[in-house]
């Protein structure tokens, strides 16, 4: 059925169950010298192209395959639209390879027609932290699909990461494959209701009027919480210790230093926004909440072409409840215009989805690990992992 994932070392459906394989690496790393040296090969009317994403005009061909061939929903209404500076972002942290970000090029016209990503990362699973890639972006051009093209795509960027001594890697995707570590709920919460439901995000409700609705979403001016202000450099220590310690109850999670923190938490404009709770009488930072910026473009509407959405990124409440600081985050996100939040069903979210008028949305996001085999598949609130 998975002609190549079967091929591949994940974990397989047909061990589900079998106890007697242990947890970790499926295969051991080979020496570097036994890493494929060349290229895979690909079909003789493309070339492979490294992607500087430094480049205006390169970031510019990146940008513009995604919004036109990236992620849709089940019906093809709304498409992911991620900004050029998110992709620079989300593409250049601490520790970056540029070998990672890998295009694929038409030979003849040199336009850019399929890309995929790694970015490096320590992720911890159960007691061991390993070196992973993460990987994202994979985008093959509506026209080439079903070409077998985005295996080759998966060897080449698999091929890249073993040269760099990394054996292991993390990724989503919508669809189930070999085999999900957790399956995750999206839930909405929508703070542009009418918005929403004009261009079929949402439907009003059973016994619900128009006017009804926006004022069932209505939300506060202001934030509530005292000494609820947007995280700043000076933060970087304070904000690593506490994410460090909350994120050490999951199972699988980040493991982030401040320069990780900085790069990743530390606000930037319209990518991602962070906040905080500083104790007004010790000056104490006991909380902490963010999200990121990821519109999607509307598909044949009239009136409306984009929906701004916020993603809900890393929260870790020890003083404030975490009900409180995520009813504030939304505050500030209907303040910044976002017609909608979402969040996942990861980490303690689930404590406050319902109350805070979340539902749940038509999607799912599965988990994945590339060579290391978990157990037993996690709950959704036993994972600490948000990916981009
Ligand atoms: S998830 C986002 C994926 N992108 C999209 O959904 C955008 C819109 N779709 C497309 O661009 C294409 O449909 C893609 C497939 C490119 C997705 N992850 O070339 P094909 C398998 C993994 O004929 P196409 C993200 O970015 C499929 O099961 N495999 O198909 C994370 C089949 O294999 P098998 C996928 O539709 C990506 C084969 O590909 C996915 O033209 C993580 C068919 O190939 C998918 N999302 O192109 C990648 N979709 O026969 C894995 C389909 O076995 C990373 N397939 O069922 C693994 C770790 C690598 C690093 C390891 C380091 C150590
Ligand atoms: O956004 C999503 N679904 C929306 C829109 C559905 C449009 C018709 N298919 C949705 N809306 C309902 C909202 C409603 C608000 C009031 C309360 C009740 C709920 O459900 C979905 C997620 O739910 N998004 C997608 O399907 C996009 C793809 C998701 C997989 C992403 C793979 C990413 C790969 C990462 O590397």
């Known amino acids: ?74 019906e093809n209404m709304f498409r992911f639209n991620y900004s050029k500076e998110f992709l620079r972002w989300a593409l250049r942290p601490p520790g970056y390879y540029r070998s990672w970000h890998i295009g694929v090029r038409a030979k003849a016209s040199k336009k850019l027609v399929a890309f995929i990503t790694g970015v490096p990362a320590r992720i911890r699973v159960h007691d061991k932290v390993v070196k992973m890639a993460e990987i994202n972006f994979l985008c093959v051009h509506k026209k080439l699909r079903s070409k077998r093209l985005a295996p080759v795509m998966i060897k080449e960027v698999t091929r890249r990461v073993h040269l760099e001594n990394i054996w292991q890697a993390a990724y989503t995707a919508g669809v189930v494959l070999p085999t999900p570590v957790t399956t995750c709920q999206y839930w909405h919460r929508s703070l542009n209701p009418k918005k929403l439901i004009d261009v079929g995000f949402s439907r009003l409700g059973a016994r619900m009027t128009m006017s009804r609705t926006i004022k069932l979403y209505r939300l506060p001016d202001s934030t509530v919480t005292p000494g609820f202000r947007t995280m700043e450099l000076r933060d970087v220590p304070a904000v690593t210790r506490l994410l460090r310690n909350y994120l050490s109850q999951f199972v699988v999670a980040p493991v982030f230093d401040e320069d990780d923190v900085e790069h990743w938490l530390l606000p930037t404009e319209n990518v991602v926004d962070s906040y905080l709770v500083e104790s007004p009488e010790n000056h104490e930072i006991t909380d902490f909440c963010s999200f990121y910026t990821l519109p999607s473009s509307i598909l044949g509407n009239q009136t409306h072409s984009t929906l701004k959405a916020a993603y809900s990124y890393y929260n870790v409440s020890t003083k404030t409840p975490l009900l409180q600081l995520m009813n504030d985050v939304l505050i500030v996100a209907k303040q910044k215009d976002f017609d909608v939040f979402n969040a996942l069903d990861v980490m303690q979210n689930e404590s406050f989805l319902k109350e805070l008028k979340f539902g749940p949305g038509d999607g799912q996001l599965h988990y994945y690990l590339y060579n290391y085999r978990v157990r037993n598949a996690l709950k959704p609130l036993e994972l600490g992992l948000v990916l981009l």
Not at 7 to 35: A, H, N, W, Y
Request: aromatic share 10%; glycine share 2%.
């Open 1 to 74: 059925k998975h002609k190549f994932w079967e091929t591949q070392p994940v974990r397989q459906f047909k061990d589900i169950g079998d106890t007697s394989i242990p947890e970790g690496p499926i295969e051991p790393p080979t020496p570097l010298s036994e890493v494929k040296q060349e290229p895979y090969n690909l079909p003789s009317a493309y070339e492979w192209t490294t992607c500087d994403m430094d480049s205006e005009e390169i970031c510019n061909e990146v940008y513009a395959l995604l919004k036109n061939n990236y992620v849709e929903d089940d």
